[in-house]
């Protein structure tokens, strides 16, 4: 279905189909997300976006109404395999959300609990080291590195969202998932983001959901169009932005850009 | 504006009666008011008595609402039992004494209280701190889990997802940020909890025994009694009024307005803890 770039593959979804009741979200789905890469997926809101980017860390797990069939796999292996542990999926396929959801604690504390979590023996200037590079790495650490016992709720919004991510990248997952990250932000958040971002991918596979076209275009390798629940299209970002495959698509691009 | 009323009514008739002695002296058996002492037994045994029941109250309330809010399913069983947990709110505690009183007399249980000495075939006296204080932690529960489940559901699902998307286990995201997060709301629960028992008296009056002092070996205060009183009978300030009020068994009007007045303050006290620590919480989230 495509090529990637140096050929690894992350993750797998064959023929995904979900549920919530009887109302069908997805319907066979099927992509591969390569390593190392950005993939955006955009497409009108309700068609089916978050629900499939909550199938890769089994967070549509918590929902009882929800019903999936299919398959996804993480470096090959099945994560909705009987015997899976789920908290080990999550620990691996992160995801960060749309509304910034620091916990009611100080700044290091968000950092370092994902961390004191997965390994009870770190603490003192081993933990400081973890939370300080984490929120280096998220560049973040400038504007709080005097805030650090200060509320995570006191920062502003798009601290807020680098803080979540800092938390996330202190306990080292392999994919990053984002639902819609920038969309409660200012642009000059949106852009010290997008920024992250392009660095992460070096050493993480990102997917990123986007109501921002633009961002989608300027940020992801590949793109996946989805309309009704279906993925319409998926293809490096740069062949969608000039000649995508399907018309449906084209009229999707070029309507949100007039 | 009438309970505004009982408040002003209560406190000039009782503020004369409260001085040093009053607080610091037992009560004595005396039909003249002069002679009949003061209320310091009643008062260790209000809080006594409410340490006992919340601190059995506490932990499995705490455990069901974590339970009922967290794990329980939406069907006919967890239905059902939300449902006892409504009536039994709405059940006299005088019911609940006379079944403390039934179960704690079977001499099985006299560990709780003591044998009655000089029957044959065996039965407890069923009366003592620990008989009413677990009394009243039954009869308090029901309000306390439901204010706990309150607390727990109202922790926005954003904070579980949170920790989820890190790799933490339900229990741990429960014990680690939900429950936390809950505290203020499970607190406020509990000090509710601690108002009711310390105003009640039904239970006190068949649970706890008839005498107006802790009947445990004396002195009290001794680290090595401390277990002996527990398991012995005493009273506390709410049947103190009663058995001191001439609308009750007594003749000391004016010590039964004082223990009142005592009483009243000992739970406006309890309620500023729980504006205090209301507000502790609400400027944590903003
Ligand atoms: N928790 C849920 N329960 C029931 N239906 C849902 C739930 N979440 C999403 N849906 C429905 O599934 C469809 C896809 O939603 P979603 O994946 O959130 O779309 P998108 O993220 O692209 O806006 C929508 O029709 C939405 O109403
Ligand atoms: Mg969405």
């Known amino acids: ?258 | 504006m009438v309970c505004f009323a009982i408040v002003i009514y209560l406190f000039i008739k009782g503020i004369g009666a409260i001085d040093w002695a009053f607080l610091t002296q037992d009560p004595q058996p005396s039909l003249r008011e002069e002679l009949s002492g003061g209320i310091l037994a009643p008062m260790v045994g209000t809080i006594l008595l409410t340490a006992v029941g919340i601190i059995v109250a506490f932990p499995w309330a705490l455990a069901t609402a974590t339970y009922l809010a967290e794990y329980a399913e939406d069907n006919f069983f967890f239905g059902a039992l939300r449902l006892g947990i409504d009536v039994l709110a709405g059940v006299p505690t005088i019911v609940y004494a006379i079944f403390g009183l039934a179960i704690f007399s079977l001499p099985e249980l006299a560990f709780f209280s003591s044998m009655v000495e000089g029957v044959a075939e065996g039965k407890a006296f069923g009366r003592s701190f620990l008989v009413s204080g677990i009394t009243m932690a039954v009869m308090v529960l029901p309000f306390v889990i439901k204010s706990c489940e309150e607390a727990i559901k109202a922790v926005p699902q954003t904070f579980r997802e949170a920790a989820f998307a890190l790799g933490v286990s339900k229990w741990r995201t429960i014990s680690r940020v939900i429950l936390p997060a809950a505290r203020p709301g499970i607190i406020t629960g509990t000090i509710l909890g601690i108002g009711r028992i310390a105003g009640d008296t039904a239970i006190v009056w068949l649970c706890l025994g008839g005498s107006m002092n802790l009947t445990g070996p004396q002195p009290w205060w001794y680290p090595q009694n401390w277990g002996a009183t527990l398991q012995n009978a005493g009273s506390t300030l709410t049947t103190f009024i009663y058995y001191s009020s001439p609308a009750g068994e007594g003749n000391s009007p004016n010590k039964a307005f004082g223990a009142g007045l005592v009483l009243i303050i000992i739970i406006l006290i309890l309620n500023t803890l729980v504006d205090y620590i209301g507000s502790i919480g609400k400027l944590k989230e903003e």
């Open chain 1, 1 to 258: 279905m495509l090529n990637t770039v140096n050929g690894k593959t992350k993750l797998h979804a064959r023929e995904l189909s979900a549920w919530y009741g009887r109302t069908p979200a997805l319907k066979k789905v099927s992509v591969t997300i390569p390593a190392n890469s950005i993939v955006g997926l955009i497409g009108p809101s309700g068609c089916g976006k978050s629900t499939f980017l909550r199938c890769l860390n089994r967070m549509n797990d918590l929902i009882r109404s929800f019903k999936l069939e299919g398959k996804i796999t993480l470096d090959e292996k099945d994560i909705y395999a009987p015997d899976t542990d789920i908290v080990l999926i999550r620990r691996k396929v992160g995801m960060v959300f749309q509304q910034p959801n620091p916990f009611p604690m100080s700044v290091f504390d968000n950092v370092a609990f994902g961390v004191r979590e997965h390994n009870r023996g770190v603490n003192g200037k081993k933990l400081e080291n973890i939370v300080v590079n984490s929120l280096k790495q998220a560049n973040l650490w400038d504007e709080v590195k005097d805030k650090l016992p200060q509320s995570g709720l006191s920062l502003s919004g798009g601290q807020q969202q680098r803080l979540c991510i800092a938390r996330l990248l202190a306990v080292k997952p392999e994919v990053i998932l984002l639902d819609e990250p920038c969309s409660a932000l200012d642009p000059l958040s949106t852009g010290k983001i997008e920024e992250l971002l392009l660095e992460l991918k070096k050493s993480y596979t990102i997917v990123v959901v986007t109501h921002n076209l633009g961002q989608a275009f300027r940020i992801s390798d590949y793109i996946g169009f989805f309309l009704l629940g279906q993925l319409v299209e998926f293809g490096p970002a740069a062949e969608l932005a000039v000649k995508p495959k399907e018309k449906v698509t084209a009229d999707y691009i070029s309507g949100h850009f007039g």
